[in-house]
């Protein structure tokens, strides 16, 4: 089963920016659906974007609507996913997971946490106003 580490959290103002990167222990191109999620404390943790990438290294990539057009997901390479995050808002702090599902049989990415059965340890996001 393929583990994540994640990296790359910290304190950052409002309309600031910050990158995570997730580190996967193997291959994921056409293995792995590859995503993030956040969570605040009494919160279910909710989807951010995910992508999945083929073998070629065309990608199909889905973001919640509260973070299109600020927010971008993308695979560098074969075992490392990124989420590029500006114009931040307070209410983007949380604590930040990566999580992978194996495509397979739909080939599709899913939406919900339930559905994702492999988790990073979390790097925390905190924006002030």
């Known amino acids: 089963q393929v583990q994540l580490v994640e990296s790359g959290g910290g304190s950052v103002q409002a309309g600031g920016s910050l990158r995570l990167s997730c580190v996967a222990s193997?291959?994921?191109?056409?293995?792995?659906?590859m995503g993030w999620f956040r969570q605040i404390p009494g919160k279910e943790r909710e989807r951010v974007a995910t992508i999945s990438t083929h073998y070629t290294g065309t990608s199909i990539t889905e973001y919640d609507d509260s973070v299109k057009g600020r927010f971008t997901i993308s695979q560098d390479n074969v075992n490392t996913l990124s989420l590029q995050m500006n114009s931040l808002k307070p209410e983007d702090t949380a604590m930040y997971y990566c999580?992978?599902?194996?495509?397979?049989?739909?080939?599709?990415?899913?939406?919900?946490?339930?559905?994702?059965?492999?988790w990073g340890q979390g790097t925390q996001v905190t924006v002030s106003s």
């Open positions: 193997r291959h994921t191109f056409g293995v792995y659906c």
């Open positions: 999580t992978a599902h194996l495509l397979l049989p739909t080939n599709r990415c899913r939406v919900t946490a339930a559905d994702f059965d492999v």
